[in-house]
């Protein structure tokens, strides 16, 4: 069993910047590591991936103005968000995954950017 724990969030106005981060109870050394989200009214959706192969993808709506990083040794990911927009407002949850293990989830931390 994992918990996830995401911090960081707030609200910023659009341009500004965030961090996030997700700290997690045990190592992810093993897991793949992504951050999703979810506005009101959607669909959750991935924004960003860091596999434990050190793989990054990212939704082509936030290249460019995302960046995941993680830090095994503090069994933390993080979520460097610059340029906000305010279409980037949502919850933004962090995921821990491998298949052999099982799939975790964090709480969330909401994310509200103002115009």
């Known amino acids: 069993q994992v918990q996830l724990v995401e911090s960081g969030g707030g609200l910023v106005q659009a341009g500004g910047s965030l961090r996030l981060s997700c700290v997690a109870s045990g190592s992810i050394f093993i897991f793949d590591m992504g951050w999703y989200r979810q506005a009101p009214g959607k669909q959750r959706e991935l924004v960003a991936r860091f596999t434990r192969d050190g793989v990054t993808n990212y939704a082509d709506s936030v290249k460019g103005r995302f960046t995941v990083s993680r830090d095994n040794a503090k069994n933390t990911v993080y979520l460097q968000m610059n340029s906000l927009k305010p279409e980037d407002t949502a919850v933004y949850s962090c995921?821990?995954?491998?298949?052999?293990?099982?799939?975790?989830w964090g709480q969330g931390t909401q994310v509200t950017v103002s115009s």
């Open positions: 995921r821990a995954f491998h298949i052999g293990v099982g799939l975790y």
